[in-house]
């Protein structure tokens, strides 16, 4: 079975750009969550979708969106990049279903640096 | 809010020895999930082991236990007989039961050295 696939897994932009970063989870699960990792802040979460709506959200501006397909692929979009977005950008997906403890899987990640 | 502390940014064990990772956390919820995760230097998490918070029976997997004082919202893990595999950043996460999603918060991580 697949696990979490992210791409692009390395970008590079420029101040000012957009860039979409896309997840697709592991074949079945309904949730897919985004978190950013940096060094100062460490793990914070941004969003999660959950068929294809937003359920829950954090603290981020909202240069910071997502949205979610009917095949559970999510995609993040960060507009007007600043050079504080350089950050791991780590997707997670999980049956999301009940309030069960179902395992929540991450894939690999996106590292996203601005210049 | 849910906020979740490690106040060991930094540990290093021998192999074949036993270390304990501390990991508290707050939150005014009864019925929660707590998790910790390893982040080897590929980046990608990695579920080491889960503790449901009704359940007053320690999680074991293997290797690897937890201390589970929920009175003292303290969760802490316990890695027995390390290996150099296990060289990794960790981090402790709390999930809430009580509300729909699979939102995480986590601790800010500790960073285990195993040296030979």
């Known amino acids: 079975k697949a696990g979490v696939t992210q791409t692009p897994r390395y970008l590079i932009k420029t101040r000012g750009q957009q860039v979409t970063l896309s997840c697709s989870p592991i074949?079945?699960?309904?949730?897919v969550s985004w978190y950013q990792q940096t060094p100062g802040q460490g793990l914070q979460f941004l969003f999660e979708?959950?068929?294809?709506?937003q359920r829950n959200k954090g603290n981020f501006p909202g240069r910071f969106s997502g949205r979610q397909f009917s095949n559970s692929r999510s995609e993040m979009n960060v507009s007007t990049l600043e050079l504080g977005d350089s950050a791991l950008y780590l997707c997670?997906?999980?049956w999301g279903q009940g309030k069960s403890g179902n395992t929540i899987y991450f894939g690999e990640g996106s590292w996203l640096t601005v210049v | 809010a849910q906020t979740v502390t490690q106040s060991q940014p930094e540990m290093s064990v021998q192999e074949a020895e036993t270390v304990t990772l501390s990991c508290t956390y707050d939150?005014?919820?009864?019925?929660?999930?707590l998790f910790w995760y390893k982040q080897p230097p590929s980046r990608q998490m990695i579920l080491v082991i889960r503790?449901?918070?009704?359940?007053?029976q320690n999680a074991t997997e293997n290797r690897f236990s937890v201390n589970f004082q929920k009175a003292a919202k303290s969760f802490s893990l316990k890695i027995s007989d390390s290996q150099l595999g296990d060289a990794a950043m960790y981090f402790c996460?709390?999930?809430?039961?009580?509300?729909?999603?699979?939102?995480?918060?986590f601790g800010e991580g500790t960073q285990l050295t195993v040296n030979p």
């Open positions: 997670a997906s999980s």
């Open positions: 939150t005014s919820e009864s019925d929660y999930y």
């Open positions: 503790q449901e918070a009704y359940k007053q």
């Open positions: 996460a709390y999930r809430s039961a009580e509300t729909s999603g699979s939102r995480l918060t």
């Open positions: 074949s079945g699960h309904r949730s």
């Open positions: 979708y959950f068929s294809e709506t």
